[in-house]
């Protein structure tokens, strides 16, 4: 058996070292990429429910006279909000699963 390939190791040099830098996988990277995407949501949301205030505002007030584009703001707003609650139920879901996982 030729040993010679592996070359000279002595204990003084310790384990080869990795790397200072290795590179990170992809997924790392794009959490940036969902974060921006799920803060991107909530303001649309969040748009969406004050141009429903506004309007129910513009309506008491007597600024606007169309009670169905009211009240189709009113469940766009409604409707967003709901799905943005499902969203964050299913996400914190999704967390406590892998934090109940065994290692």
Do not use: W
């Not at 200072?20 to 909530?42: D, I, K, N, V």
């Not at 205030?53 to 009670?67: C, H, P």
């Not at 967003?80 to 406590?96: D, H, P, S, V």
Request: without cysteine.
């Amino acid at each position: 058996m030729n040993l010679d390939a592996i070359g000279s190791f002595s204990a003084a040099e310790g384990p080869a070292r990795l790397p200072a830098e290795t590179p990170r996988p992809a997924s790392a990277e794009s959490g940036g990429a969902f974060q921006r995407l799920l803060f991107a949501s909530l303001e649309r949301v969040e748009g969406m429910q004050r141009e429903a205030e506004r309007a129910v505002e513009d309506l008491t007030i007597g600024r606007q006279q169309d009670v169905h584009a009211v009240m189709i703001a009113v469940e766009k707003a409604g409707i967003a909000l709901e799905l943005a609650l499902q969203i964050r139920n299913k996400l914190l879901n999704a967390y406590e699963t892998l934090m109940r996982q065994q290692i």
